[in-house]
């Protein structure tokens, strides 16, 4: 089992950057696909970014590159979503997400993930 707890959502105004945070514990945390789903009201939660444990290989959703970076401090077991020239339209709950080992990035990206954390509150302002 994996335990995951977000922090760092809030309100920024267009153009602005936020860092979100996500600890894990449970697993080895290193063995794992680790990523980021956001859900705006309304719509179904989409893939964000994803990033291989045992490779460091980055996956971006067309919407968020060069405008997100997704990274991992394994000895704190944490992943961070760096997210930069924030646009209204990224306003949504965002979701810090683990996949288990063995799985895709594509799987993880399109099917879900295996753990979910409970969501924090990203909203930009125009």
């Known amino acids: 089992q994996v335990q995951l707890v977000e922090s760092g959502g809030g309100l920024v105004q267009a153009g602005g950057s936020l860092r979100l945070s996500c600890a894990a514990s449970?697993?080895?945390?290193?063995?794992?696909?680790m990523g980021w789903f956001r859900q705006a009201p309304g719509k179904e939660r989409d893939f964000v970014t994803g990033?291989?444990?045992?490779?460091?290989?980055?996956y971006y959703a067309d919407s968020v590159k060069g405008r997100f970076t997704i990274s991992t401090n394994n000895a704190k077991n944490t992943v961070y979503l760096q997210m930069n020239s924030l646009k209204p339209e990224d306003t949504a709950v965002y979701y810090c997400?683990?996949?288990?080992?063995?799985?895709?990035?594509?799987?993880?990206?399109?099917?879900?993930?295996?753990?979910w954390g409970q969501g924090t509150q990203v909203t930009v302002s125009s």
């Open positions: 997400a683990a996949g288990s080992p063995g799985r895709s990035i594509y799987y993880f990206s399109t099917r879900g993930a295996d753990y």
């Open positions: 449970g697993r080895t945390f290193s063995n794992y696909i």
């Open positions: 990033i291989i444990g045992t490779s460091g290989s980055t």
